[in-house]
C-alpha cells in the first residue's frame, strides 16, 4: 500500500480504538519500552504525544526513565510549522510545557540541544513496514531532523499496529527505524 492510503487507514483506525483499549496498549508499550536496553545513551529524544490523536502517551514512560535512568537527558521538540523544521530541548520535572497551536505539549523555556548530540529518538509514526519505513502525518519533520543527526542515532519507532508488509512509495528522503516497539512485541530491524 502507498503511505497516502497507508494512512488514511491507520488514522481511521487508531480514531477508532476506545479508551480501554488505548489504556491497555499503552501498559502493553510501557512494558516493551522499559525492558529495552537504554545503557549507553546519554540524549534521548521523546515526542509529547498529541492527546486528540490517540498517540501513544509517552510521559509515563518519560517518568520512568527520570526514576531509572538518571543519566540520560529527556530532549523534546518545538515544531515550527511554516519550515516543519524541529527545534529540540531538555525536559525535566520542573520544564512547564504549553500546548502549541496543534495540540503539541512544547518546553515554555529550557536549554536548546542540537541535533547530532542524539544518541536515540523515540519516534512518532501511524505505521510502519517490516523495513523499518514510517508514514507519519506527511509534513516531514522527522526525516528533516534525522538528516541532522550523527549517522549512528538509534531510531526507535512506536507503534500501536504491528508492522505491515510493504510502504510501496518510500522516498530518498525516508529514513528507516532501527527498531520498532508495538504493543505485543519490539522487532529489530537492521
Ligand atoms: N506528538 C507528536 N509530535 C510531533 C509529531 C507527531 O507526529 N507527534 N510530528 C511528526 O512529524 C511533528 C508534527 N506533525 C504534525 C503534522 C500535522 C498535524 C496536524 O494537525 N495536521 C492536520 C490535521 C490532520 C488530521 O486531522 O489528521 C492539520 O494541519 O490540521 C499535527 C502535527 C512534530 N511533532
Ligand atoms: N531531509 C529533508 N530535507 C528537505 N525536505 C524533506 C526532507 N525529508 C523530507 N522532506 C520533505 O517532507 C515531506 C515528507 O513527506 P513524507 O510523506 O515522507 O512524511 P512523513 O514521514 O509521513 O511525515 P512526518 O515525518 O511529518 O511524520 C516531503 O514533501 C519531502 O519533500
Known amino acids: 500500500m502507498n503511505k497516502a492510503d497507508l494512512r488514511k487507514t491507520y488514522k481511521k483506525k487508531r480514531n477508532e480504538l476506545s479508551l480501554e483499549e488505548v489504556f491497555s496498549l499503552d501498559a502493553q508499550l510501557f512494558e516493551q519500552l522499559t525492558q529495552y536496553d537504554w545503557s549507553g545513551i546519554n ?3 521523546c515526542y509529547l504525544s498529541i492527546e486528540k490523536f490517540k498517540e ?3 510521559l509515563p514512560f518519560i517518568e520512568w526513565i527520570w526514576a531509572n535512568h538518571p543519566e540520560i537527558t529527556i530532549v523534546v521538540s518545538k515544531s515550527d510549522f511554516v ?3 524541529l527545534r529540540h530541548f531538555t525536559f525535566y520535572r520542573d520544564t ?3 500546548l502549541n497551536a496543534y495540540g503539541i505539549p512544547e518546553p ?3 536549554e536548546e540541544i542540537a541535533p547530532f548530540k542524539m544518541d536515540a529518538v523515540l519516534t512518532p509514526l501511524l505505521v510502519v513496514d517490516k523495513n523499518g519505513n514510517r508514514v507519519g502525518y506527511g ?3 522527522y526525516d528533516r531532523f534525522f538528516a541532522s543527526c550523527k549517522p549512528e542515532v538509534k531510531k526507535l519507532g512506536i507503534s500501536y499496529f504491528e508492522p505491515v508488509e510493504k510502504v510501496s512509495d518510500v ?3 525516508d529514513v528507516p527505524m532501527d527498531v520498532v516497539f508495538t504493543p505485543l512485541d519490539t522487532y529489530y530491524l537492521k
Open 43 to 45: 540524549y534521548l529524544h
Open 56 to 58: 501513544y502517551h509517552t
Open 83 to 85: 519550515s516543519n523544521e
Open 96 to 98: 512547564p510545557l504549553e
Open 108 to 110: 515554555v523555556i529550557s
Open 139 to 141: 509534513k516531514g519533520f
Open 171 to 173: 522516498n530518498e528522503w
